[in-house]
């Protein structure tokens, strides 16, 4: 019963590093979402992909890339990394018909130094 | 304005109050409704979801949508301190797959 499973866990960069922060999930659900949670803040969706090989910009999409690997796989790229991207990062999935709620995997805490 | 507001709390309640958290949504066409907790450090977790008008129940939780007044409510009743935690509100509106959560409510339940 993974569910929904990030790497890293932790991580600290310096300012100006590249990243790749890796989400897979094995509830064969069409729909991933990559969230940034900041204190005070909610949850700010970044980007999402409604199905395979598409994707498209949240809220918050400056300084960030995606790639949707394929339907199991959705990764969240930082080209240079500011400290202003500090934050939580939580990848979620869903499916994307019917009324089924999204599920969370247990994020990564960035660190930009 | 937000798509989906909540009150930030901090919500104090005494061990065994009934502790009740609401929230409304401004977009008429949100089909579903979900409360997720959230522990300090942890990631949301869904505890209920509501789809019609009235009440839900499950277990200690009861989960109130009154569509008409774009409102939802979880109600915590025998409230524990193990319930310490913040509580996000999110909506559904799953023509288009569009996810809208609130800030979260701060819950803390004292012994």
């Known amino acids: 019963n993974a569910g929904v499973t990030q790497t890293p866990k932790f991580q600290v960069l310096k300012t100006g590093q590249s990243m790749t922060l890796q989400c897979a999930q094995d509830?064969?659900?069409?729909?991933m979402y990559w969230y940034r949670q900041d204190p005070g803040m909610g949850l700010r969706l970044i980007y999402y992909s409604a199905s395979e090989g598409t994707t498209d910009k949240g809220e918050v999409p400056n300084g960030y890339n995606v790639s949707r690997l394929n339907k199991r796989e959705f990764s969240l790229r930082l080209e240079s990394a500011a400290p202003s991207q500090t934050s939580v990062y939580f990848c979620?999935?869903?499916?994307?018909?019917?009324?089924?709620?999204?599920?969370f995997g247990d994020g990564t805490r960035l660190s930009i130094l | 304005q937000k798509e989906v507001e909540q009150n930030s709390g901090p919500l104090s309640v005494p061990e065994g109050a009934i502790a009740s958290l609401n929230c409304t949504y401004s977009?008429?066409?949100?089909?579903?409704f979900f409360w997720y907790r959230q522990y300090s450090g942890k990631s949301p977790e869904l505890i209920m979801s509501?789809?019609?008008?009235g009440d839900k129940e499950d277990g200690r939780f009861t989960a109130q949508l009154n569509k008409a007044s774009q409102y939802v409510s979880l109600l915590i009743r025998d409230s524990q301190p193990s319930d310490s935690a913040t509580y996000l509100c999110?909506?559904?509106?799953?023509?288009?797959?569009?996810?809208?959560f609130g800030s979260g409510t701060k819950l803390n339940v004292k012994p």
């Open positions: 509830m064969n659900h069409n729909s």
């Open positions: 509501i789809y019609s008008n």
């Open positions: 977009d008429r066409g949100s089909q579903s």
């Open positions: 999110a909506t559904l509106i799953y023509n288009f797959n569009k996810f809208y």
């Open positions: 979620a999935s869903s499916t994307s018909t019917g009324d089924q709620p999204q599920h």
